[in-house]
């Protein structure tokens, strides 16, 4: 069986040897003012797709560090979803096109990885026929198993204009175990768990005009990308990421780091789940120059740090912990980014620094809401008012499920609703302070500025409710 290394390494070599280039991966910030983070292998290639440089090579092959922080929300709750991860992708500027990257990705799947031909779905773009004939004829793959998808999985874009074109994708079906029947096909209702996408081949083959219509492109690219985590999981019989050999020995490091075991209940496994993710994620961040701070990338960085420290509060560890898990990421995934090696003693400081710091408000707020539940108990009430719980949260940045959490261990009430309707109001102020601001005719760097970080306190690149759950 292989092993989450060698696959990485196998991929290489197969595209290697169909004549590719291997570049190592590029920074996590991106060469690219419009993008906060890589968030897929194509990225630093972005300006050969879209025809702005001369590609140095018509074939390249990576395995590209990743962060998604629109899946963030996801992480411990699906099987298959990461903050951060690596993604195997080869890439072709002008040169092959649909034919052998189909071939190719069938004989990677079905010859190297071995996986079970049986268990594989492929998709297309509704009106791909050509991408569903070459599966047919030059991999031998049945028709009932490819299914047409639309735009929204199927359609892969640079933007409202310019290039553009269709995917298509391979998965593998775990079966009725984990969703829908023995007559399901992929993409119908309720299968989302039950077939994984493992590798997405797009063909950008399409230029946008201005006025919607799509011309042909003189020089048509492949740019492919699988998940390194997802293949791993599929290869090695497991039907969760985290299970992998690339992730489980982190998992069990959390586990020794805040004295609880994967298995004992769901909410563990969340928790450890979540721990693994994120120090991943918070060890590539800060190795690639990232520190945390209030806004873009630091804010991503010290989002997803703080919610790691909080998971291990919620196991029970209130010491330092989460500055120990470097080592062992730095263990696991040193060979494939040595540069990890040399950058350790900063990376733990960092984090170390960080999680002392949240440590600090965590326990200010804990204090706080003690304090709080005393003074509304002696005024005989047994409850919180969405005005304390909301102080707590935007004078002292203590987050609302903790507060919860403690009210619900003293028996003391609080209301959801009550804390959202307060965090609508804040919300309201800062946007007609905005406009009274505005009215004056103040200029547009005002604007700016507020648009950004609003009239208050900044709050990152998503809804403050995410705060509120950090
Ligand atoms: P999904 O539909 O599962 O969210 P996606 O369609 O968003 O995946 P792509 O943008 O097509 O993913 O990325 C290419 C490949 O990268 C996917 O086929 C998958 O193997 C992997 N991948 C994508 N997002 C993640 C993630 N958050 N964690 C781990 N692997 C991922
Ligand atoms: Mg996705
Ligand atoms: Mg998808
Ligand atoms: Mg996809």
Redesign the pocket.
Known sequence: MLTGNQIRKEFIEFFKNKSHKHFESASLIPDDPTLLLT??GMVPFKPYFLGQKEAPYPRVTTYQK?I?TN?LE?VGRTA????F?E?LGNFSFGDYFKEEAIAWSWEFVTEVLKLDKDKLWVSVFTTDDEAEQIWIDKCKFPKERIVRLGED?NWWAAGPTGSCGP?S?IHVDLGPSYGGDENSKLGDEGTDNRF?????LVFTEWNRKEDGSLEPLPKKNIDT???L???AAMVQGKSN?FETDLLFPLVEEAGRLTNSKYGDNQDVNFSLKVITDHSRAVTFLINDGVIPSNEGRGYVLRRILRRAVRHGRLLGQSELFLYKMVDKVVSMMGEAYPDLKKNIEHIKKVVKIEEEKFSRTLDQGIQLVNQEIEKAKKEGQNKLSGDVTFKLYDTYGFPYELTEEICGENGVEVSKEEFEAKMEEQKEKARSAREVIMEKGQDSFIEEFYDKNGTTEFVGYESSEEKARL
């Open positions: 968030v897929a990743c998604r899946d996801n298959r979803h990461h903050t991860f993604m999985e995917c994708e994984i996408e493992i590798w997405n990308g699988a998940g985590e997802r293949i990421n």
